[in-house]
């Protein structure tokens, strides 16, 4: 089974809240939230892959990204490699542009016990590293 390059997006807006996305149903994993992202295409760099993904996603123009985590997973029948990136400055005003539900949510409620929002297995330690680290401040 072939590993499936991802980028992926810890977007920081305002208030401390973090933009998650609702992946359509018809999707591996459809119906969980997720971090707005997408496969890379081939000899394309994961920055280039994540303005790209966020700009055809989100109708969003990175301005500002660093890289936060890569996270290897397997599941029974894909295997992933997720580069996550933050994002804290960008241009536009972030909207489901495929047509997905998107949501600013307080970091807090996605590290809550009883939060609301499930998540893909592989995002287990994106929100780990999460709980971990000091916010960012958008730029």
């Known amino acids: 089974m072939q590993r499936i390059h991802v980028v992926a ?19 591996h994993q459809g119906g969980l939230w997720e971090f707005p992202g997408g496969k890379l295409e081939a000899n394309e760099s994961p920055y280039q892959g994540l303005v790209r993904e966020l700009t055809e996603e989100l109708d969003i123009r990175v301005t500002s990204a660093t890289p936060f985590i890569q996270v290897s997973h397997d599941y029974t029948d894909k295997q992933v490699l997720l580069d996550v990136w933050q994002v804290t400055a960008f241009v536009g005003q ?40 000091r916010p960012q401040s958008p730029a």
């Open 94 to 133: 972030a909207r489901g542009a495929e047509g997905q539900e998107c949501k600013w949510v307080p970091v807090s409620d996605l590290l809550s016990q009883s939060s609301n929002y499930q998540f893909p297995e592989a995002n287990t330690p994106i929100l780990e590293k999460l709980a971990s680290t």
């Open 9 to 27: 997006a810890v977007i920081y807006g305002n208030s401390n809240q973090i933009l998650i996305a609702r992946r359509a149903a018809h999707l």
